[in-house]
């Protein structure tokens, strides 16, 4: 079976959004890690809103001048992954990134239920891209196998990945390192965590606001 990976960089605390506030950049050499473990994927769960960023943005980006190579490849990557983009409305017409298709969802039983078929289909794994109501939709229903956190040092107030989650959930570890600018990665997976709704109506509105813990 497939798995679904979420992979992000995060604070000390698990902030998750408005990155500019305190994301400090990436070195070439966490670049490479992130280039290394995408060569599992073939697939991204990701937003419309976070859609609509990347698209503008990885189309191009392999031939940006001065970029460094692990980013031209990790480019290269994602626009040949096929991408599943959540949004509560169908498209009104084609989506301009190729491979990409709209998947129209409006409970938590429509997430399940296209995630589970997905993982039952050949193929590699699926990377969870976001956007952060994404990525916690999914985390809260248990649909994340694998996580890759890139941990940066720095506390700052937010909204966290796991704010919706009310019980206890055991992780195993796979593996870590720490890099020079202080990011430090940590791997890990699911230890028994059925990919369920969790006890949520399966017709609750996956994307509705969500009280921060």
């Known amino acids: 079976m497939r798995r679904v990976v979420l992979a992000m960089n995060t604070t000390v605390n698990g902030r998750l959004d408005d990155p500019e506030a305190w994301f400090g950049g990436l070195t070439d050499d966490i670049y490479g890690e992130i280039d290394r473990g995408s060569d599992t994927f073939d697939t991204v769960l990701v937003g419309r809103v976070t859609y609509d960023e990347m698209c503008e943005y990885w189309p191009g980006a392999a031939s940006e001048e001065g970029a460094p190579e692990a980013h031209r490849r990790m480019s290269e990557k994602m626009n040949s992954f096929k991408k599943y983009v959540f949004s509560r409305t169908p498209a009104a017409a084609p989506l301009a ?116 813990s």
């Open 97 to 212: 990134w190729n491979n990409s298709e709209i998947v129209t969802v409006n409970s938590d039983r429509d997430i399940v239920e296209f995630v589970q078929t997905l993982k039952d289909q050949p193929g590699r794994d699926i990377y969870l891209s976001g956007g952060a109501r994404l990525a916690q939709t999914l985390v809260r229903l248990g649909l994340v196998d694998e996580y890759r956190f890139f941990v940066h040092p720095v506390f700052s107030a937010g909204e966290s990945w796991f704010g919706q989650i009310v019980e206890s959930r055991q992780l195993e570890a796979i593996s870590a390192a720490t890099y020079a600018n202080g990011v430090v990665a940590m791997y890990y997976r699911r230890s028994g965590d059925p990919a369920t709704t969790n006890g949520s109506s399966p017709d609750r509105d996956p994307f509705a606001p969500q009280p921060v």
